[in-house]
């Protein structure tokens, strides 16, 4: 008797696996345990040059959904539009911020943290003023290191960082992937969205290559997802038969409860903590801890 996958359901007395949306057996990942201490921090970049698939909705709720779970998580918004820090309430009009620190008006990156409504989820903040800052930085010395010699100050504070980057492989990006561990690729289930991340992942080579060789893809989380229609279904399809298991099991489904916590300036985990999609994200903060690319 054949005991492919297949097969295995119809023996006498099991039953199928249930399956998730990339076409894998769905796992439960557990609820981790507390940690002893805190830091040094794992640095993680949630980088894709295209814009609107999720990377900052994705920064803010992984950030809560970490801090749920006892890890203490600085956000850093490294966008010139600021929605990161718009999205956690925090006001950046005269305030302190990466741009500063960046250019050096400002020496303490402890005096840019912003603490959140979330209890161990701080803010680094930015404004539009961040725009300005690659062509400020084009003559620096070591300019692609900067940022990494900023979260140096603050690594040990805390046990997991993670950038909001910009849509773009410009300077700022390339100082994100410098100073990081890893690297999360936020990538809506639509097809245009399926054309940058060979050139993303290009990217994240050639900076292993030349400045940082620690560097790793810790995996692609599918965003935006929605199961009624093929179009949706059929690029997840493709995503995981083209990256295999860097394809990260937990999918971010589509939802008007995003933009509405959005609006609010809270995290999906307590605008709608028993809505779905703040599962999906605890979902997400739990498999990265398993996979260990957070503690």
């Known amino acids: 008797m054949s005991t492919k996958r297949e097969d295995v359901a119809e023996l006498p007395g099991m039953t199928a696996p249930v399956m998730g949306p990339t076409g894998r057996p769905r796992t439960e990942f557990p609820v981790p345990a507390p ?8 640095i993680i970049a949630l980088c894709n040059q295209k814009g609107g698939v999720g990377k900052t909705t994705t920064s803010i709720n992984l950030g809560a959904s970490l801090a749920e779970y006892g890890r203490r998580v600085l956000a850093i918004d490294f966008d010139p539009q600021g929605a990161l820090s718009a999205g956690l309430g925090v006001q950046t009009h005269d305030s302190i911020t990466v741009y500063d620190l960046l250019l050096g008006r ?29 062509v400020h930085l084009v003559n620096e010395v070591a300019r692609e290191q900067i940022l990494a010699r900023v979260l140096r100050q603050v690594s040990d504070d805390y046990d997991v960082i993670l950038i909001d980057c910009q849509p773009s492989l410009g300077l700022l990006t390339v100082n994100a992937l410098t100073a990081a561990h890893g690297v999360l690729i936020p990538l809506e289930c639509e097809f245009f969205a399926l054309r940058g991340v060979a050139l993303l992942i290009e990217t994240i080579d050639k900076v292993r290559d030349r400045l940082n060789p620690a560097i790793q893809l810790d995996g692609i989380l599918a965003t935006m997802f929605d199961p009624r229609t093929l179009h949706s279904r059929e690029v997840l399809e493709r995503v995981v038969e083209t990256f295999g298991d860097r394809v990260l099991e937990t999918v971010i489904s589509r939802t008007v409860k995003f933009p509405d916590a959005s609006v609010a ?9 028993e809505h779905a999609a703040a599962g999906a994200y605890r979902q997400l903060a739990r498999e990265l801890i398993v996979r260990g690319a957070v503690a």
């Open 106 to 134: 400002e020496k303490d990156a402890h005096a840019a943290i912003v603490e959140t409504n979330v209890p161990g989820l701080d803010v680094m903040p930015a404004n539009i003023d961040l725009s300005a800052a690659e």
């Open 265 to 273: 300036a809270r995290p999906i985990t307590t605008f709608a903590p």
């Open 35 to 42: 940690l002893d201490g805190h830091g040094p921090a794992r």
